[in-house]
């Protein structure tokens, strides 16, 4: 194992942003726990082609020897040009570079807060669905029916007493917590999926604040249905399919009430929201808008009362076109002006400390095949890279990222990353660190065979 | 020449000048060169075949879901399997009453059919406006009946036309709501083309009705699933139409090629997945070669062409081990053909695809039990006929069941409300209640799904969102006039549910308009219609105010609960309201308005309920 550390320049940085923190900009909570911010890239997202081998060592000359169409590049020749404008990643263990447009993760790599866990496998299989399940469950024995299982994200908030907040625009498997009723299906009593924190709640006139009397159809309406569902709640048990309804009913008007208040007086981050209002440019929209949203949640973690936020971004399916397709999404995702780490730098100048409890854990369904294949994109693959972002990240490579057996495989046709670590010991590991003594509870299909060497866990402080 | 015939002339005229742009601009940028043209011959100007075979032969072939006795077949019943299958559909309560006095299949036979055109769902007096009901069809029309057709939403190469078309067809009530709930099945949810992944407006179009038609016709699944396999609109979604052999080597990606077995026949390679991967599926990339999809112009410029053409010159030339045995063919529709006719019959295609199918269109968990009677009925029809299948499945008591529950997704909901609540196709024309904008904006709108080729949104992701709860919250009290809207003096038009509300001994008695209207939007008997229920709803009908201010308007914002509910001064409050008299028929316009009005409000209120965002079997 390699492994790189910069334990030093985090401190140093880190202890001159708490001296410089105005205190009026300090975040509500008090709590001091570690927050898990899953980030799934839908599609199984080509990690080789974030941190890219040199073309000088041996694994670097078969990979562009295979690689270059997936990057756009018309011909090999075209390697030496595009190499230079790659930016600068490991030099010493396993030497790699970063895609040029990766600059925000090249800083935070070098400030050692990137950890790059490799060969890390889900599913056997390379179908979508299945190594979404695996990926959300954590639990490498499920099969393709398996959708209605709760997720560890939400099996570790249930743990730790905790909602988990969805930040995607659509619940994802991983937040849903156990159902009470069935252990093979889940409940969504924990999870809180907020599209604009700004907006979240329930519809009601403002007529009513001062007139509650007031008889137009909108109040009239408003009333009825604050007043059914108030007595609603309680009948609608645990047995009833209609339960998340009532649920629903709860958090809106409880919680929404509350963080709509908390952040009236919260700046939002302009850039942020020059991205949602198309001033500036951003690939995707709907990822700006959900870093928006755990920035303003991040004014409002007591009221939440959460750890776990669930966001994702799609479009990793590259079969085709990958190099324009990966640029795009990478510039979101890993550039200094993306909208993932204008949030976190917002957090850092305006809220260190809780910067500091911040693990950003990327990942996808499974990996792709090691060459490119004849459309300038990849085809599905299983063993992948796992990504973890944090001040509290030992920085550093953990397992292979480029493994010398691969050498060889890259001329056969279908070859793909081998998977050693399973997935479930990663997310263990992180479940561990955020409520300790849970990772057994959370995680029920732990192997060691899926584990081979325990080390490569160490990303963690 | 009547209004309607006056109608169908302008619409052949539009469709004859755009069949022959159609022509010119294959002659002149067919573009593919070489190889064999598969095109079909243009045929809206053909009225619509109406397929009226009976499945009963087949249908009984599958035993393990036995039809319901005739006994236990009721309005509920009915209800349920128009709200599934028809979202909701424009039926009257005269006709659900039939239905509910015939036998399980033959009311099913009625109201299940994949015909464009089907009157006994949609009854019209003097006939349907439209020739054959195809979305190609109903998009030359209705792009030809805007006042400025060249901007219209619903032609053929507009960005969303295919979207704007089919939510049309839908609320259309001389259209047949129940092939367009399958054709939502089959290419949002199973077999799906996607407008957000390079797939043209004009590819959607041939696609969907292809596969209606095909469907329509009672063509073996196996037939209907190779259709979309070699569709022009798959070829540019996945990209294969750059599958090529060429100097020995194989050049495209392997994506259909994994998703034709996974997602459309449902063989995941289990048994052996090493032989599935590195045979089967690469195999299949190569017999997917040479697939072409030319430019044809149209009066914008050009565009991707809507068929696809196959040719031998980038085709891998020789056999192919695929499932396990020999394909041949000279191209890909040879190959390809052969290939579908043997994957609709493998074991692990027997054993998913029905339950893959009825998963995503009405039972999302369903049992152990319920999925073992699936497979065998699947196995047992000795052609795969989707129509007997789901008309087997629809009077059986694996979809009458109360384990059964689908939640709603947010455009099946929506649908289902503006079906039920839109009396007449003069309000549903001038009064679109669902539009394409806000599905997009709650990633639900149609050709765009959420999960690319998986699929739009399910039930379940709506079920478990905050955010459309909220919205559907917001509809039923900021957008509250959506429901109370009942006149308007500029189109002349006022609402009238005294129309289809039956009078209860001369009058229009409060609980039995809130009983109707229960059924009616709930798609349900009255087992959910508590006493919380009723008193909202008689509030609302009786005063046009909650029950809170009605009973205590010193204290509005109170809630009472079940048991506050059962006092005797409430139960005696109750009782008055619900035998208040409603004036739907009063010869003052304003008091019939106001009637009216207070209807919309009691449905804003159902419609929030619980019961209104799933269906129980």
Redesign the interface.
Known sequence: MKMERRNFIKSTLALGATCSMPMSLRSAPSDSGGILIHLYLN?GPDFRQLLVPSSESDYGRIYWDHRYPAWGLGSRRGVDALEATMLEGGTDGTPFFIHPVADWLQSEWRLGNVAVVNQVIGS???????GDIVMDTGDPESS?GD??RSGWGGRLAREMGQNVVSLA???RQFA?GPSDLDPN?HD?RD??????MR???????ES?ETN??R?G??E?????????Y???I???GNG???K???D??E??SQQ?KLVRERLVDVEETLPLQQMLSGDLPVSDRGFARQCANFLDASHCLDILNASVFSMAY?GF?T??DQGDRLRDRFQDIFNTQGPLAIMMNTLREKSPELRRRVTIMISGEFGRQLAA???D?T??GRGNSVLLIGDGVNGGIYGDLFPDEEIDRYEI??SDIHGVTGIEHVAHRIAESMAPGSGDRIFQNLVSERLPDSSVLNFLS | MSKHQDKKAKALLAMFVAIAVLVLGVACGGGAGGGLDFRPVYSSAVPSPQHVESTLALQKAMTSLSTLEEDSWDERKVRKVLHLFAFGSSATEEQIQRWATLSPQASIEEIISFNALNPNISPVEGGSPYLNGELTELSKVWESQDTDSEKSRFGLDRWNAPAEVWLRSVRDISLNPVRQRIGLLETNDHMVVNLDASVTSRQVFRYYDDMMTTLAKGSDYGEVLNKAALSAAIATQ??HR??RFEDG???????FA?EYH?LFFGI?GESN?SQH??VTI?NTAKALTDIRVGRIEVKDGTVLSDTAMVGEEYHYPSDLEILDMPISGGNATEKIGTLSSEAINNEESLRNLPILLIKKLAD??PSGNTMTRLEKAWRDLPTKSLLAFLRSYATSDAFHNEER?R?WTILERRLIIANRLQLTQKERDDYAVVSSWELQQL?NGPFRP?H?V?GS?KG??A?????R??KA??N???R??RY?RSSDEKINWQKDWGSVIPKSEDDYVVSDVAEFLWKRFIGDDTRHFGI??RS?VY??LAS??????RYD??N???????E?LSSSSHQSFIHDLSVSRMSLDHEDDDRRRWAN?RVG?AI??IV????M??Q?G
Do not use: C
């Open positions: 599609g056997d299989k390379r179908n979508h669905e299945l393709s959708r209605h625009s659509r619940v849903f299906s969504n999870v809180l999926s907020i599209h604009n907006q979240f709640g329930l519809y009601r006139p009513l509650p009397s008889g159809y909108r009239s309406l408003s009333r009825a249905l604050d007043a059914y108030r007595a609603k309680s009948r609608l009833s399919p209609y998340a309804i009532g629903h009913y958090k809106l929404g799609g399916d079969h085709r294949n004849g459309d994109g085809d599905h046709r279908g | 996945y990209n750059e599958n080597v194989f050049k495209g990606n392997e994506d994994r996974q995941l997945t991967e590195d690469r999302p968990t529950f939640p990633e959420i690319d998986f949104l379940e992701e079920m478990a969102s905050s955010r709860f909220s919250w917001e039923s009290t900021a509250i006039w109370t919380l229920e909202q509030a609302l046009g105010r909650d029950y809170g201010l308007e010193e509005p914002l109170r809630s009472y609960s079940e506050d009005e409000l804003a209120f929030m309920t619980p019961y965002f799933g129980e």
